[in-house]
């Protein structure tokens, strides 16, 4: 893992530069004082109309489709959003617009979905002020934090989803039809029949710069995950909702549905979101690698994962918080089919049910693959990266802060005695998160925006518990 954030955020803009020359050469106006606009971004790359996007704490995508010709009214604050129709985004009916700051450094062109269209992230404001419950805001304070002291954040995210097609009477299938044997994952006959489909997404995002390397059958029948280069934390959220965006209208053009639900099928693997988490320094070096080196007998290594303090108390922060974290790991209700499942067709779920660490094993919740990098496997796909990111860095902050022990490593398959089992519902981590205050202010510094958060995830369980299902009248119609 290398490379330097600033230059992975600006790289857009030095790919526009000729672009930018030729396109704004002799328009008064462009370029003013060296500053590139939205405009000139639009215009360089022949685009009419720009999604001016953002998420809610859902990761729900809300956007105004505006023309290039009021990209100036954009860029300067003129677009409102009404809040509380958006989404959860800690909005009233009666509340002042969310106001949309686009970051142009994630402008997006998107020819592949329509000629002309663009996307570019945006930062919801009110009265001028940067909106605490808007996941974007969440994850820049989270990077300002770790700016405070002397670190940065580089991330990779897998994501993973199924492709399916949905009978008029409800019933979920792959949109595959052949897709069905119990042990699917890396079967090449299923990549094949799906080519147009990957390739489609695998030339769209290396289009973008993205570093598409790999592109896989999952585990469940139905299931794929398209991987990208790491970046910048900010930069990699980003493109978590660009691609969940990019899929969905891919998969519509060819009649199939993408969906990012975490557990669609009773019997078969769920979604996941695994985050791959590193700290560097101001200067772009690693912080996670021992500086031991080949000193066995030194105490950072002593673990024997080659990671550094630094690095085992940023894994620590991240199992002493781990019930708390699930509420934005596992955002939802089907969430916790995923992870409270027995097992699947295959024979693995793949989910971690305790706050365990080790070496190269999938079983644990935080998996060490190497000495640069530790990956958090408890994420899914109903996850917002925003929030998932920014809580699991302020996890680990606090793991640094106060020098807390992780403990030794586990051995493949196993967890330490005393280890926090993981919620068993979302019911579960709400409460897991209003005990923890640590990550209950990690969202805005204060504990109203958690609080908020855990109020709606509370309401979305009782609502859910309070449907009859078909298992009920399964079961309980004349068991009595």
Wanted: glycine share 10%; hydrophobic share 40%; charged share 20%.
């Amino acid at each position: 893992m290398s490379g330097n954030i600033n230059t992975m955020r600006e790289t857009t803009m030095t790919q526009l530069a000729p672009k930018l020359v030729e396109a704004t050469s002799g328009e008064e106006g462009s370029l003013a004082g060296d500053r590139i606009t939205l405009r000139d971004l639009a215009q360089a790359h022949g685009v009419q109309f720009i999604l001016a996007t953002f998420v809610d704490l859902n990761g729900k995508p809300c956007a105004k489709l505006v023309p290039t010709s009021a990209a100036d009214e954009l860029e300067a604050g003129s677009l409102g959003f009404a809040g509380f129709a958006a989404g959860l985004i800690g909005q009233e009916q009666h509340d002042p617009d969310l106001i949309a700051i686009p970051d142009l450094d994630s402008f997006t062109p998107l020819p592949f979905v329509r000629e002309g269209l663009a996307l570019v992230h945006c930062d919801p404001h009110v009265n001028g002020k940067p909106w605490p419950y808007a996941p974007r805001n969440i994850l820049k304070r989270a990077i300002a934090e770790l700016a405070t002291r002397g670190m940065t954040a580089k991330v990779g995210a897998e994501v993973e989803y199924f492709l399916v097609d949905r009978a008029e009477d409800g019933k979920l299938a792959p949109a595959d039809k052949r897709d069905n044997g119990p042990r699917p994952c890396y079967d090449a006959r299923g990549v094949t029949r799906m080519f147009d489909h990957l390739a489609s997404v695998s030339t769209a995002i290396n289009s973008l710069g993205w570093g598409n390397y790999a592109n896989d059958h999952e585990d469940g029948a139905g299931q794929f995950e398209q991987n990208f280069d790491y970046a910048d934390a900010l930069t990699t959220a980003d493109r978590v909702i660009t691609l969940r965006y990019i899929l969905n209208v891919l998969a519509e053009e060819r009649g199939m549905t993408a969906t990012f639900m975490p557990k669609p099928f009773t019997d078969r693997t769920g979604t996941g979101l695994h985050l791959h988490l590193s700290l560097w320094s101001e200067q772009d070096e690693p912080l996670f690698p021992s500086t031991a080196g080949a000193d066995a007998d030194s105490e950072a290594d002593a673990r024997g994962l080659g990671l550094s303090p630094v690095a085992y108390g940023f894994v620590a922060g991240l199992l002493e918080h781990a019930p708390a974290l699930q509420a934005f790991l596992a955002p939802s209700v089907n969430s916790y089919k995923r992870i409270g499942t027995a097992t699947s067709s295959s024979g693995a779920t793949w989910s971690p049910r305790k706050a365990s660490y080790g070496g190269n094993d999938r079983t644990h919740m935080v998996r060490v693959p190497d000495n640069k990098r530790v990956e958090l496997r408890s994420g899914d796909g109903a996850a917002n990266p925003y929030l998932a990111v920014a809580t699991s860095i302020m996890a680990g902050i606090d793991g640094i802060d106060n020098s807390i022990d992780p403990g030794n490593p586990s051995g493949p398959g196993q967890a330490p005695e005393g280890a926090a089992v993981l919620p068993a519902t979302l019911l579960h981590a709400v409460e897991a998160l209003r005990r923890d205050p640590v990550i209950l202010a990690s969202l805005s510094g204060d504990e109203v925006t958690g609080r908020y958060f855990a109020d709606a995830k509370e309401a979305e369980f009782l609502t859910w518990h309070a449907q009859v299902s078909n298992w009920e009248l399964d079961t309980y119609l004349t068991a009595f």
